[in-house]
């Protein structure tokens, strides 16, 4: 009898529709969580989401490659979602004429800072070529790191993580850090967070309000570009690359 119950499990739980499912749900719940706490950083909804599906995947012995393949959906959505962020950005598209010269600037210094300390601090810890290459892009939005990383040579799966963790970590830490330096400019703090944060920062910075949204992600396709543009030579550069 116990057999008979348990026959169907494998295969249920192989479902992508399953997966699909938990997924969204515990992102839903996740969300709402957050809301109730007034969107405290610590409880941003991309991070206790991760923590409970990596949870359950532990709990039912679930690989993450097949995770992976049977929420492929999921990832491409993610293109369309990053697209989506133009609309914003188009009702600040005055301002933004007035100011490209200090974006530029921000877009160039930020993207090499954040290419260089990616790699220094790696390398620093003994990383492998692989790793470095993978570690490159990714303060790019994903669906670009994860290009970048094909084009260099790197691991997809791990520049995925990479940029996870840089977002989440960017969500959390960008508002304090630039508090404590007194910074209150919306559009000084969108940027930052978009450039730094990708999307995840920018998911955080329509919360504060539509003019740090939409910079937030100017900041995140700037940098996007500026990533898969500037890898490629910074890599060769090193000798970790040849076109």
């Not at 116990?2 to 992508?16: K, R, V």
């Not at 499912?21 to 909804?45: E, G, K, Q």
């Not at 990533?227 to 490629?232: D, E, H, M």
Request: with cysteine.
């Amino acid at each position: 009898m116990q057999n008979w119950f348990l026959a169907p499990w494998p295969e249920l739980i192989a479902s992508p529709v399953v997966w699909i499912t938990v997924t969204l749900v515990v992102y839903l719940a996740a969300f709402r969580i957050y809301d109730h706490f007034n969107n405290h950083p610590l409880l941003l909804p991309v991070l206790t989401a991760v923590i409970v599906v990596v949870g359950i995947l532990m709990a039912t012995n679930t690989p993450y490659a097949e995770y992976e393949q049977a929420t492929r959906f999921l990832y491409f959505l993610i293109g369309p979602a990053t697209v989506a962020l133009a609309v914003p950005l188009y009702t600040q598209l005055p301002r933004l004429r007035q100011m490209w010269k200090p974006i530029s600037v921000a877009l160039l210094v930020g993207c090499f800072t954040a290419i260089l300390s990616a790699l220094g601090i790696a390398w620093v810890f003994g990383a492998t070529t692989d790793t470095l290459l993978s570690l490159a892009p990714k303060s790019a939005t994903m669906p670009i790191a994860m290009e970048v990383a094909d084009l260099t040579g790197g691991i997809a799966s791990l520049t995925t993580v990479a940029c996870a963790i840089t977002g989440i970590s960017g969500a959390i830490l960008t508002g304090g850090l630039l508090r404590f330096m007194k910074i209150t400019d919306p559009v000084a703090h969108g940027f930052a967070m978009g450039l730094s944060a990708h999307a995840i920062g920018t998911g955080r910075a329509f919360q504060v309000d539509e003019t740090t949204g939409a910079f937030s992600a100017l900041g995140l396709s700037l940098n996007g570009v500026a990533t898969a543009v500037v890898v490629p030579f910074v890599l060769a550069a090193l000798g970790l690359f040849t076109f």
